[in-house]
């Protein structure tokens, strides 16, 4: 069983269209995260959920738009995709201790979207 | 953000040990030690982490300086399936408890049989 899944593998689309990422994890966690990694391996985070609730919000274009209908799942949104959106991007999950820096992050195999 | 300072690369032979080191001198008394790594073409994975005391589980050993200013990730006998790049991440805990992890760039390690 996949602890967390993401769909697509690879996504291949035109400049300007809407695509969408989804990611699921049966791990019983109640946070998610969306990385991107670049061309130049570097991975940055994106976004953050704790309950459906958004609670980290990194320096992202407002075309990307996160939704969470529950706690087992983070889908990503990006509208008018453009050549830099070009990225892997992982989804995450963590059970969240408060206020300790032990919580282990489980990473899904990525999403490889390349935009034309 | 607090920072960790890692070599860009590093090789090792098979079934040889791999010491693969970190500095992190602005590290504060909170922050634990966490270490990733991301196998060619696969998410990162969790490997170990640690406060104050060395560690050790089923994949490798990390030994913690005893002023926390540096740690060592010890892989105790490499092996071609190790070949990777191992990060070591501060945890970086927001406020109302919320945590990220910062990802560097990371220690390439390569195995060599």
């Known amino acids: 069983d996949t602890a967390v899944s993401q769909t697509p593998k690879y996504l291949v689309t035109q400049m300007g269209n809407d695509k969408s990422i989804k990611c699921e994890q049966n791990?019983?966690?109640?946070?998610m995260y969306w990385y991107k990694q670049d061309s130049k391996k570097f991975l940055k985070i994106m976004f953050s959920?704790?309950?459906?609730?958004?609670?980290i919000n990194e320096t992202v274009p407002n075309r990307f738009s996160p939704k969470s209908p529950d706690k087992a799942h983070l889908n990503l949104h990006i509208n008018s995709l453009e050549l830099g959106d070009s990225a892997v991007y992982f989804c995450?999950?963590?059970?969240?201790?408060?206020?300790?820096?032990?919580?282990?992050?489980?990473f899904g195999a990525g999403s490889r979207l390349t935009v034309l | 953000d607090a920072k960790t300072t890692q070599p860009n690369s590093m090789e090792s032979n098979e079934e040889e040990p791999v010491h693969l080191p970190c500095n992190h001198s602005t590290i504060s008394g909170t922050d634990y030690i966490h270490w990733y790594r991301q196998l060619p073409s696969q998410g990162p994975e969790y490997v170990i982490h640690?406060?104050?005391s060395n560690v050790n589980n089923r994949m490798a050993s990390l030994a913690i300086a005893e002023d926390r200013k540096s740690s060592t990730l010890i892989l105790h006998r490499a092996t071609l399936r190790d070949a990777a790049v191992y990060y070591c991440?501060?945890?970086?805990?927001?406020?109302?408890?919320?945590?990220?992890?910062?990802f560097g760039k990371g220690t390439k390690l390569t195995v060599n049989p």
């Open positions: 995450a999950s963590t059970r969240t201790q408060q206020n300790t820096g032990a919580n282990v992050l489980t």
């Open positions: 640690g406060l104050t």
């Open positions: 959920y704790n309950n459906k609730e958004l609670i």
């Open positions: 791990l019983g966690h109640d946070t």
């Open positions: 991440i501060l945890r970086d805990v927001l406020l109302g408890g919320s945590e990220k992890l910062v």
